[in-house]
């Protein structure tokens, strides 16, 4: 597509419940990028793909937190057992080929749990 | 790993007046310097960025420059316009983009 996607644009979930966000990127992108912008706050690093490489998931904030890409394309992003402090702007971004070649971001989905 | 700070964290100017923000570094291996605008509601969008064989780089309006010995590197927006008003973003990146805390301009009419 022309930008990346993400979906839902907005989430509202009851805490405990598990929620998914998905990350549709620009084709051909072969790097994917999940980060936190909690409420006036900068952005989180919580996720990174490369290629057919293992995900750099340095940034996830605990076990609740997984994510995925599928066939090096579309990657969802899972939360088990949400809780309050897990509400946020989750913003996936991709890149041509890493780093060096800029990143485009998504509109981000907003999480609120309550 | 690798540790942003970004100064102000808002700032007015009078429109047509120019705007400037700052940003440190910690680790010595980053070698790209990406400047990210955010406006409400939407994804932070590039508007310029620098790699480390560089030490400034001017596009219309927008500068930016980079101090490799004492790690910091500035955003210069001259003239500036309403549209300017938005929350930015400096970046600095080994492997992956670490952000600062973001500075919002407010542009005064």
């Known amino acids: 597509g022309a930008g990346v996607s993400q979906s839902p644009s907005n989430k509202v979930t009851e805490k405990g419940k598990d929620v998914e966000l998905r990350c549709d990127p620009i084709?051909?992108?072969?790097?994917l990028y999940w980060y936190r912008q909690s409420l006036g706050q900068g952005l989180e690093f919580l996720i990174y793909?490369?290629?057919?490489?293992?995900?750099?998931k340095s940034g996830l904030p605990s076990d609740r937190f997984s994510a995925e890409r599928t066939g090096g394309s579309v990657s969802t992003l899972t939360i088990q057992r949400t809780q309050q402090e897990d509400s946020a702007v989750y913003l996936c971004?991709?890149?041509?080929?890493?780093?060096?070649?800029?990143?485009?971001f998504g509109s981000g989905t907003r999480l609120t749990v309550v | 790993g690798e540790n942003v700070e970004q100064h102000p964290s808002t700032l007015s100017v009078q429109e047509g007046d120019s705007a400037v923000i700052k940003c440190t570094y910690s680790?010595?291996?980053?070698?790209?310097f990406p400047w990210y605008k955010q406006e409400l509601g939407k994804g932070p969008q590039l508007i310029i960025d620098?790699?480390?064989?560089?030490g400034e780089k001017k596009d219309q309006r927008i500068a930016v420059t980079l101090n490799k010995t004492a790690k910091h590197f500035s955003l210069h927006i001259t003239e500036t316009q309403p549209e300017d008003s938005a929350v930015y973003f400096c970046?600095?990146?080994?492997?992956?983009?670490?952000f600062g805390t973001g500075t919002r301009l407010t542009i005064i009419p």
């Open positions: 680790d010595s291996a980053s070698n790209y």
């Open positions: 970046a600095a990146s080994d492997e992956k983009l670490t």
């Open positions: 620098i790699r480390s064989n560089v």
């Open positions: 971004a991709s890149s041509l080929a890493g780093h060096l070649y800029g990143y485009t």
């Open positions: 084709s051909g992108h072969t790097a």
């Open positions: 793909f490369q290629g057919n490489s293992a995900p750099d």
